[in-house]
């Protein structure tokens, strides 16, 4: 597909859309403005249903304003309590009555501003042309991704666009992204979570019905027992960490991270397994061929809820110890400790992230991950 149209080429005036009639891209843009313009009205006309957001706090005399926004670097969404003055994002601070990070800030949240403010931000639209890249103006970049786009449209129709979001929009950009690619008339649109976790969604969906996650940080703080794999939240997701930290203060949970390296979470681990890269399911089976093995599964929930279980314990019979320690490299004392740890501090979580997920085999993994919690050794799931 070209993108970028050639000096000869005229710009596209008058195009078709999905249903046939003519539309340019001028018609395409005014059209998204009466869609606003026409939302604008609604809410004056029904003042019950709809009311204008009030995100802004006045304060200060100088006019700085506190504004409250999200950290949008990691899944977390830590509160931000924003500095602005005269339209400029000044100052910040993390916001101590956001329910997920209770005043607490990591690094990558504590530069947020860079995205406005960094000196090596991207702050106008560049072309590459000759292998160099030159400043274009605004209205040149809009006019000339708009007729490509619009050319591509007419020759290919509306479904031949892909529109991938970003895991840093927030809600508002999330929903004005939704509302741009259906304007254009296709439902051709994804999250970039599509990526990360679709092993997930995959695995999660094809063992329970549906594919995410079933707990939140109120669980995580009601938990027992915490199980890490292939996840490292002390350096992806850090305000998470603490929400971890807090069944272990509250509960005494013990923590178990299943990890090929010795990550900044393992630190804080009553238990590290130390697996060779790619035997997530090895590992797994492992631990339930001890759970089968001592009868700590839970038989009046697997009879009543699970189909399937019986072919599942034929499969983890295979998994002895000594086969579990050939392909895992974990010896047998510490498989078996790991299992004894859920079976005995019930309920408790169970926690991956893009270890688990970023393999060939990633489904595998995620399901047998759920499988382990079909044993009802634990409810909870986190990815
Ligand atoms: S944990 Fe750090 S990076 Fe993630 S949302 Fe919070 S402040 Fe931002």
Known sequence: MKLIRTATEPAPTQKKDSTGSAIDRRTFLKRSGITLGGAAAAAALSPTMMRKAQAAIPSGGDGTQT????????????????????????????????????????????????????????????????????????????????????????????????????????????????????????????????????????????????????????????????????????????????????????????????????????????LYLKIRPGTDVAITWGMMWHIFQNGWEDKEFIHQRVWGMDEIRKEVANWTPDVTYDVTGVREELVYQAAKMMADNRPSTFIWCMGGTQHTIGNNNTRAYCNFQLMKIIFLLKN
């Open 67 to 270: 504004i409250r926004t999200v950290c949008t670097h990691c899944s977390v969404g830590c509160g931000i309590n924003a500095e602005v003055n005269n339209g400029v994002w000044v100052g910040q601070e993390p916001a101590f009555d956001h329910p997920f990070n209770l005043g607490a800030h990591c690094a990558k949240g504590a530069s947020v501003r860079e995205h406005g403010h960094g000196e090596r931000r991207l702050k106008y639209p560049t072309k590459l042309v000759g292998g160099k890249w030159v400043r274009v103006s605004w209205d040149e970049a809009i006019n000339e991704i708009g007729d490509q786009m619009l050319q591509i449209r007419q020759q290919s129709g509306p479904d031949s666009v892909y529109w991938l979001g970003s895991a840093k929009f927030n809600n508002e950009q999330s929903y004005m992204f939704r509302k741009f690619y259906a304007l254009w008339g296709s439902n051709n649109g994804d999250h970039q979570a599509r990526i990360c976790h679709s092993t997930t969604v995959a695995g999660v969906a094809n063992t329970w019905g549906y594919g995410a996650m079933t707990n939140s940080y109120n669980d995580i703080h009601n938990s027992q027992a915490m199980l890490i794999i292939g996840g490292n939240p002390a350096e992806a997701h850090p305000v998470s960490l603490i929400h971890l930290m807090r069944a272990k203060e509250r509960n005494n949970a013990p923590l178990i991270v299943i990890d090929p390296r010795f990550t900044r979470t393992a630190a804080h681990a009553d």
